[in-house]
């Protein structure tokens, strides 16, 4: 067997699916197959990542984090379909950090075309790239693309694992493989003898498996239809063990602080009044924060902040409207990229009507329901860590650099995650727990953000701004012109992980570039502002602030030119694209829209496409008494393939809610270069009972695959806000909407 440090490999199957006698297959080969993480020992076979099958019976890999967004249960069924599997037949675990696991999709999001419009050739060059998340060790979850990912790969791995058992069970029964069928976790043959495939699977890895041909979609038994979550009975009865739960033998607990002043040095401290506290045990200098080791994680909260520390000033401007200062002065300058420049948007077109308008939408935080965490033992020569995460092999790759580690002698488990949100892409937590842990060697050691401390030290949505300016003429849009400005989210990320950054970034103008508008003239351009407020992925990111630019605009657009606004988006897409269209049309089906509301309530429209699906969305608001409640929402998506269209359904509810939660209360804001905002009292979220009465349609007309856990975010805001509009004549061009309609809370 593998020394402990080479195998990274099996001890994430201690206590959950040891392999016995078994062997593991799966299709990931693209060129050249990665390293297969799951190791044999003597007489054992692993062939590939995905499936294993042991004595003790089928356990299935599933390389993207479940943070409650359903991965975990479609990856399973992508594979039990094809191996003739039951979900209760099987185990589900998240996959080691390992190459083998690579996102091929990811990277196929960043060719410069609009998406909607993609061509075959394009849409495989995307796929054709995916060879090189591979070489990037590209092990995550983020932008839509679970499903996209594993759609073949998975279905690939349950169907070569289906044949190669079968091979196992005609070289016993010495008939033709063609011979025997296979059903509910075992190979039959034609006098109805039934093999268990755990009685195979040490024959059958001695097999180089056979090609195979994936089943047509017409005999799917699993895929296409509403499944119940593999993970379900463990969040109902609270037995799904989350980060926040790990608990090796022996633990101790921590807490940390780090400067308020994001970015700021850590002069000095004084830790005296937390060393005299009972069940303190260690205090850890991080070189930029400072931690405390206890005996429970509440006490260690209380001990951190009993610590004087002397903190240096943040390096960015430290107060929000300096801040909003410098992301205006980046119009000023050279645009970072112009994504879309059709027709000529310089010459106002003679006898139209001139738009403009200038929109601002704040710093936000994820505020995930589980603060960030990570479980850590430190040997000295191994490094084990246990936290939720979207990267894992990320996180090996930097806690290996900071405990002086090779990468194979550090083991990451995934556990699930009380939200990502893309707050999870980062690994500033996991890194604080290595070095806490490296104070205390051969001690598991739980470090736990207090909520303040996480949410005062975030990687926030950035900033935004947007110059917007369009005409309008015999009721017809015939220019849009779009200047958008803030942080690059993408240049930030990508120092943060040693690579150079530069160049257009397309993330920065996603979700107004790539609207499928037939706008004659139509230019959209991005400004980078040069601010060092820590940014990130936030849900949809980029389409999180232009959809509402965008949406809102072209509403604007649509009054102006004295249209009905979801006749006046739909006669602009209809010809440009139509699943976008039906998306429209079904919401106006589903809502009864009129484009006419009685006094009290009013109607919003909202469109966005972004990660390869279109979603538009119908918002209702009801004046009630003076209080405004959102009443009513309709949803229509086409992700082109539902392959679980209850979990399709949940996420744009989801999506929607995260959304509206944003327009209406969420707000990050500076003060002496501090985040004001600590808790959820200062940072609100809709509640039960003013989240809408919603139904949702799920269209299948688009030609690719997208995304689902993202897209529903966008269209919420714009849908709002143009909901105020008609119900109060007042335009939304800020957010969050409680600094302006006096929203129920």
């Known amino acids: 067997m593998a020394s402990v440090g080479k195998i990274l490999r099996r001890t994430f199957l201690i206590g959950s699916a040891a392999v016995v006698g078994g062997v593991a297959f799966g299709a990931y080969y693209v060129s050249r197959p990665a390293p297969n993480p799951l190791q044999p020992q003597e007489g054992e076979a692993a062939l590939n990542p995905f499936v294993l099958i042991d004595q003790q019976g089928i356990t299935l890999f599933a390389p993207r984090a479940e943070m409650g967004q359903g991965v975990m249960t479609t990856w399973a069924a992508l594979i039990a379909e094809e191996l003739d599997v039951e979900l209760e037949q099987v185990r589900v675990l998240h996959g080691p950090a390992a190459a083998a696991y690579y996102n091929s999709a990811l990277l196929g999001e960043g060719l410069p075309n609009k998406g909607y419009?993609?061509?075959d050739f394009q849409h495989n060059l995307g796929e054709a790239l995916g060879v090189f998340g591979k070489v990037l060790n590209l092990q995550i979850t983020g932008g839509s693309t679970s499903m996209r990912d594993g759609f073949e790969r998975m279905r690939e791995a349950g169907a070569t694992a289906r044949e190669t058992l079968k091979q196992a069970a005609a070289n016993r029964l010495s008939i033709a493989r063609?011979?025997?069928?296979?059903?509910?976790?075992?190979?039959?043959?034609?006098?109805?003898?039934?093999?268990?495939?755990?009685?195979?699977?040490?024959?059958?890895?001695?097999?180089?498996?056979?090609?195979?041909?994936?089943?047509?979609?017409?005999?799917?038994?699993?895929?296409?239809?509403?499944?119940?979550?593999?993970?379900?009975?463990?969040?109902?009865?609270?037995?799904?063990?989350?980060?926040i739960d790990v608990r090796p033998e022996g633990s101790?607990?921590?807490?940390?602080?780090?400067?308020?002043?994001?970015?700021?040095?850590?002069?000095?401290?004084?830790?005296?009044?937390?060393?005299?506290?009972?069940?303190?045990?260690?205090?850890?200098?991080l070189g930029d924060g400072v931690a405390v080791v206890a005996s429970n994680t509440w006490l260690a909260m209380q001990a951190v902040e009993a610590i004087n520390v002397d903190w240096g000033d943040a390096p960015y401007p430290p107060e929000t409207d300096g801040l909003f200062d410098a992301i205006g002065a980046a119009f000023e300058g050279k645009a970072n990229s112009t994504m879309r420049d059709d027709g000529d948007v310089g010459t106002m077109p003679e006898g139209a009507t001139e738009v403009t308008a200038e929109y601002r939408l704040p710093y936000l935080a994820h505020a995930t329901m589980e603060p960030m965490n990570a479980t850590a033992i430190f040997t000295g020569k191994t490094l084990e860590l246990w936290t939720g995460n979207q990267a894992p092999t990320v996180i090996r790759s930097k806690v290996a650099k900071v405990a002086n580690l090779d990468p194979e002698m550090v083991t990451v488990h995934t556990p699930y995650m009380g939200g990502g949100f893309g707050r999870r892409l980062e690994y500033d937590y996991a890194v604080i727990a290595t070095k806490v842990a490296m104070?205390?060697?051969?001690?598991?050691?739980?470090?736990?953000?207090?909520?303040?401390?996480?949410?005062?030290?975030?990687?926030?949505?950035?900033?935004?701004?947007?110059?917007?300016?369009?005409?309008?003429?015999?009721?017809?849009?015939?220019?849009?012109?779009?200047?958008?400005?803030?942080?690059?989210?993408?240049?930030?990320?990508?120092?943060?992980?040693?690579?150079?950054?530069?160049?257009?970034?397309?993330?920065?103008?996603?979700?107004?570039?790539?609207?499928?508008?037939a706008i004659p003239n139509y230019r959209i351009r991005g400004y980078i502002a040069d601010l060092a407020v820590p940014v990130g992925s936030w849900r949809s990111v980029g389409n999180s602030f232009n959809g509402f630019f965008h949406d809102t605009f072209l509403d604007e657009?649509?009054?102006?030119?004295?249209?009905?606004?979801?006749?006046?988006?739909?006669?602009?897409?209809?010809?440009?694209?139509?699943?976008?269209?039906?998306?429209l049309e079904a919401v106006r089906e589903m809502s009864g829209w009129t484009g006419k509301t009685p006094d009290g309530v009013g109607r919003g429209v909202g469109f966005t496409y972004s990660f390869g699906t279109p979603v538009a969305q119908v918002i209702e608001v009801v004046d009630e008494d003076g209080t405004i409640r959102i009443s009513k929402a309709w949803i229509a998506c086409d992700m082109g393939l539902a392959l679980d269209p209850g979990t399709v359904e949940a996420q744009m509810v989801g999506g929607m809610i995260y959304g509206l939660s944003a327009a209406c209360f969420g707000e990050v804001t500076f003060?002496?270069?501090?985040?004001?905002?600590?808790?959820?009292?200062d940072y609100d979220a809709i509640r039960i009972h003013n989240v809408p009465e919603t139904e949702v349609r799920i269209l299948e007309t688009n030609r690719h695959m997208g995304g689902a856990g993202e897209p529903g975010t966008p269209p919420s805001m714009p849908a709002l806000g143009n909901a105020l509009f008609d119900l109060t004549g007042q335009r939304a061009r800020s957010l969050p909407l409680s600094h302006s309609f006096d929203l129920l809370v």
Not at 673 to 680: I, K, L, R, S
Request: glycine share 10%; with cysteine.
């Open 117 to 119: 419009d993609i061509s």
């Open 178 to 243: 063609d011979q025997l069928r296979t059903e509910n976790g075992a190979v039959i043959a034609p006098d109805g003898t039934r093999i268990p495939y755990t009685d195979l699977a040490v024959a059958a890895g001695q097999i180089d498996p056979p090609e195979v041909a994936l089943r047509d979609p017409s005999d799917w038994r699993l895929l296409g239809k509403s499944l119940p979550r593999v993970d379900m009975v463990g969040k109902a009865t609270g037995t799904a063990e989350y980060g």
């Open 252 to 285: 101790k607990f921590a807490s940390v602080r780090t400067n308020p002043k994001l970015g700021g040095e850590m002069k000095s401290f004084d830790a005296s009044d937390a060393e005299s506290m009972p069940g303190v045990e260690k205090i850890v200098d």
């Open 439 to 517: 104070a205390l060697p051969n001690v598991p050691v739980q470090v736990t953000w207090s909520r303040e401390e996480d949410m005062r030290h975030d990687f926030y949505r950035p900033g935004a701004m947007a110059r917007m300016r369009g005409a309008v003429k015999d009721g017809k849009a015939l220019l849009l012109d779009g200047q958008i400005s803030a942080q690059s989210v993408l240049y930030q990320a990508m120092t943060r992980m040693g690579a150079p950054a530069g160049g257009p970034d397309k993330i920065l103008v996603e979700g107004a570039f790539n609207q499928p508008y």
């Open 557 to 583: 657009m649509a009054h102006a030119a004295g249209r009905d606004p979801l006749e006046f988006r739909l006669e602009l897409m209809k010809s440009e694209h139509a699943p976008s269209a039906g998306c």
């Open 671 to 681: 003060a002496d270069g501090e985040v004001e905002q600590y808790n959820f009292p």
